[in-house]
């Protein structure tokens, strides 16, 4: 099992940044990050490979967020960045963390993310 713990969720204004940082506590092969406003279903927003040694360091971006938000193994052992940069109102949600079983390393496949963080909100104003 994996347990997941994000920061970094913070008001902001329209074209400011923030960087979202996430710590699992358990091996994965793969962190990603989904969002989700109140009524509407979870989405996904960006997801890496991140086990092991290996060079890859794939990354997988929704189209909204493509050339805006980027991924990143963070400095700690199992760990992302997403920092958010041009950020939009529309941006506003619940940000959580995510991770799949310890042997799935399809990272880029989005429904196979099963364990979640406890969110952090970001809001976006004009």
């Known amino acids: 099992q994996v347990q997941l713990v994000e920061s970094g969720g913070e008001s902001v204004q329209a074209g400011g940044s923030l960087r979202l940082s996430c710590v699992a506590s358990g091996f994965t092969r793969c962190m990603g990050w989904f969002r989700q406003v109140p009524g509407k279903e979870r989405e996904g927003v960006a997801s890496?490979?991140?086990?092991?040694?290996?060079?890859?360091?794939?990354?997988y971006y929704a189209d909204s967020v493509k050339g805006r938000f980027t991924i990143s193994r963070g400095n700690a052992k199992d760990s992302t960045y997403l920092q958010m940069n041009s950020l939009k109102p529309g941006d506003t949600a619940i940000y959580y963390c995510a991770a799949p079983e310890r042997w799935v390393a399809q990272c880029g496949d989005w429904s196979v993310y099963k364990y979640w963080g406890q969110g952090t909100q970001v809001t976006v104003s004009v």
């Open positions: 890496m490979y991140i086990g092991g040694n290996s060079p890859d360091a794939s990354t």
